[in-house]
């Protein structure tokens, strides 16, 4: 019982994947998507934690996963390491760089935050762009393994999913420890988290680089799936779309990032394929932003917040919000 | 004939073509169902300015057609968007590959898009028709080279040509302005390589990204380092419309070459009097001389109310031409991607909208070579061919 | 020589950055929020005017712009109006907008560049051949600074611009109208966009995919000597014009691409900017 209420968001993202798993299996277009997807949506979740908990308006989630795809490329394609090893690496080196803009942007105000993440995107796409020796330059990194016994769109779907629930576990684990605490102090007002004694600049930089390190576990999957890397595949599109994704879904919310990736994705997939896709695109994402300004989530929370006021007392605790938004 | 009878025909001849289909073998039932083509190209971002023209063809060479391949077969085409980014590419691959059951992807339309999707047409076994000059696209080392056709003259191939063009003038000194992307950085290190065995030598190379909106600084550059000529690797025409009149306003007074990328009636119509004199590669003149095959094509194009823009058109209408080619290759037989695959190994000198021939073979899936490139003079805002 | 003549050009290029900086250095003082989609008016205006031709077709290309911006505006209302008060929200729904924006340039007029031609004439400034049009640009941005500044500083508008930013509550208490202010900077953000557009039309050229990549200088050049004034926007603008026409004088490719991206990361972990907003601005 407890176990349920400290981790009804991983429990409710495993009834979702399991629920959805027979139907994406039995047709082989979904499974690709649905690794992408899991690529999106760790992606999205990284946002979530960057911005809905630590306030860092991040444009550079891109950036951190292709410094972690790259790094998986090096590590299995070039330099022979054993499969998974270079998934340390592909977290590791993002969050680092993460950790050390972290304590400069943390100062800053959201808006500020997110022209600095997007400088630091640049910088490292440029930087990858010109590495030839590298990274393969501007042509890019082919022929990169698969992991180990990996290898069908299945085993990498499953694999995906089973990353994406690690990371709500740990997100929400994140969330209740003094940690997490001190990060919801410090959104709503820094002034208290210092009188508190919470050090912001390496709170929030802390929580900055675990986005990263997250992000780049995004990366190392894309490059291992996909196989062929080049500096669009993971680019300043893709952190907008994440960051998008998340606000969309609901940042604040653990699971809101997985909600707005899989909206996302299923609209950019039903609009028609042409000169006039950004124009709907465009007009969608407004319509959403008017109807649900705190994300679906949100959305969610308040309808069935009035549903409940109307009905009065017969609702159980809130467990079943979460679980109505997700499915 | 009275309306009772026809309908009576009618419903006689459902029913006798019911009970045969069911008696065929299921092989000819399948010969019988529409081919299906997949299309994924750029119809959105920078790429869009060759995927839109490539697409316009394949639609109207396919209404031209009926649907029906010129050997009767009929087909149906499934146009998916690569964006210009190459996971979208992949993603589009294997949604028209598993999804929609094609046997053939004409695209994606940038070479790194292609590259992207080379793993995904091998894996799942249907080749890829590739409208792009990207050297990597080609190379043999890649695992899914079998997959790939190229339907566009390979960048070494291309660059040479138009140096060779420049080394017939007195020039020695080349200067490259080329554009911060795959097509901009490869095409200048192929000239680097190339220009010292035709007696030229690059002095200087200045880049651009995308985005600049003044390239004055750049063209000084080159100025000061004494070029005598200078070769244009760019594809996105505002950055050669506004190197033109950098150049011109600097006084950097000196023959300028370009590669296909500008090669567009959008570049040539839009500049001013500066452009007067500038070389650019292209593969034939569809927007403005078409020669008698491209004249066909031009036509198709006009009665269809689209304006021709390049050798995008000539690039994509050749792709699903080569596509049909291969598949009356295989008359009668259930056609799956293997099949097409090698089918179109064994493709040559099939109808095309060229002046070369397009030819493949197990050993070269370059099909094109140098004969249908031309070099054209922009001259009062129009592409003349130069022979 | 070389040098003075790179820096002298920088100036003129820089010019263009102003007019796209100026926009986000005033609705981030008034509204506290980014309007992603001044590159889109630029786009829209120079898409216009190339295909109306003449003064009808300037004209014409700045009511596109401004009807763009209002486009935006009235977004911005409506989330207002639906009890939405957060900054970035009204950032996320300006994406929006630049993106329906191109994507409707793209159907209306295709993937051509829109470039038209002024002044076939030179002049030459101490040896150094210069377009009249880039003065032309220079000039505009430098007027257009100034009449923000008179406004902003002299006259009654500009007092009621300056109280509402500060303190949104307590202006609308004294009678400001501060939502007509805030709709009006939107607007006036259409109009100079548009005229950036128009003068790289004349100066350069651009397509449909310039949009984002000129809201991002208009926004480096902004947030650079400090996004609260339009003055240090010009300053700004002309600074990322000399320091790329610099890098790409004396330098490779690389470090010609990344020098407004370090300038503006060593500028924001340097300066005090946002230091004021941080505790009011987390929402």
Known sequence: MTFWANHRNTLIAIAAVLIAAPFVASRPVWLDSAVILGVYALLALSVGISYGQAGILTMSQGAFASVGAYAAALCSARWGWPPFTDLVLAMLLPAVLAYGVGRVVTRLSPLATALATLALGSVISIYIRHADDLTGGYVGFAGIPAIGFIDTPLEYAVLAWLLVIAVVYGYENLMRSAHGRALNVLQQDQARARADGIDVARSMSAAFALSAAIAGIAGWLYAHYVSVLSPESLDTNISVTALLMAVVGGAGYVLGPIIGTVLFDTLTRLLPAAELQGLFYGLALVVILLVARTGLMGLGEQLIGAARSGLGRRAAPAAGLPARAAS | ?387 | MTFSEFILRGVLAGSIYVLLAVPMSLLFSTVRTIDFAVGAYALVAAAVAASVGGVLGIAAGLGAAVAGSAAMALIFLLLKRFGCHNHIIYALASFGVATALASAVLWQYGTQSFVRDSFSQFWSLAGIRISPQGVLNLVTALVAVTILYVVIQRSQLGRMMRAAAVNVMGSELAGIPVELIQVGTYLVGGLLGGIAGLLILFTAGLDYSAPLSLTLSGFAAAIVFGIDNPFRALFGGLAMGVAEALAAGYTSGMVTSMVPFLFLLIVLGTSRFGDATVAGDRT
């Open chain 2, 1 to 387: 004939m009275n309306k009772t009878t026809c309908k009576s025909w009618r419903r006689a001849a459902a029913v006798g073509a019911t009970l045969g289909a069911l008696a065929l073998p299921l092989a000819a039932a399948a010969a019988d169902a529409p081919v299906k083509i997949g299309t994924v190209l750029s119809l959105s971002g920078p790429a869009a300015v060759f995927g839109l023209p490539e697409r316009d063809a394949i639609n109207v060479v396919a209404k031209k057609l009926g649907f029906k391949s010129p050997g009767g077969r009929p087909f149906e085409l499934v146009l998916h968007d690569d964006k210009s980014n190459p996971t979208e590419a992949a993603r589009a691959v294997t949604q028209v590959i598993n999804n929609d059951k094609v046997v053939v992807v004409v695209g994606p339309s940038t070479g790194s898009g292609i590259l992207a999707a080379g793993p995904i047409a091998s894996r799942l076994k249907v080749p890829l028709i590739a409208p792009a000059g990207t050297m990597a696209v080609g190379d043999r080392k890649n695992e899914f080279w079998p997959w790939v056709f190229r339907m566009a003259i390979n960048d070494a191939t291309s660059i040479e040509f138009i140096l060779k063009d420049m080394a017939k003038s007195k020039a020695k000194k080349v200067g490259v302005l080329y554009q911060e992307d795959a097509y901009g950085k490869t095409g200048v290190d192929l000239a680097k390589e190339i220009a010292p065995k035709l007696g030229l030598e690059v002095v200087e190379t200045v880049s651009a990204p995308y985005s600049a909106t003044d390239l004055t600084a750049q063209a000084t550059r080159l100025r000061n380092a004494g070029v005598d000529t200078v070769f244009l690797q760019v594809s996105i025409a505002a950055l050669g419309t506004s190197f033109l009149k950098a150049a011109r306003q600097i006084g950097l007074d000196k023959p300028i070459y370009a590669n296909a990328g500008l090669a567009q009636r959008s570049f040539a119509e839009n500049v001013g009097p500066e452009a007067d004199g500038l070389r650019t590669l292209s593969i034939g003149n569809l927007p403005f001389e078409p020669i008698a095959e491209e004249k066909e094509l031009s036509d198709l194009l006009k009665a269809d109310g689209k304006v021709p823009q390049g050798w995008g058109e000539i690039v994509g209408a050749n792709g699903l031409l080569a596509a049909l080619a291969a598949i009356d290759a295989q008359a009668g037989k259930e056609i799956t991607g293997e099949s097409m695959r090698t089918a179109l190994e064994g493709l040559c000198g099939f109808r095309s909208y060229a002046r070369g021939k397009i030819c493949y073979s197990p050993d070269n899936h370059d099909g094109w070579d140098g004969s249908s490139l031309t070099i054209v003079e922009i001259r009062d805002k129009k592409m003349r061919t130069l022979d």
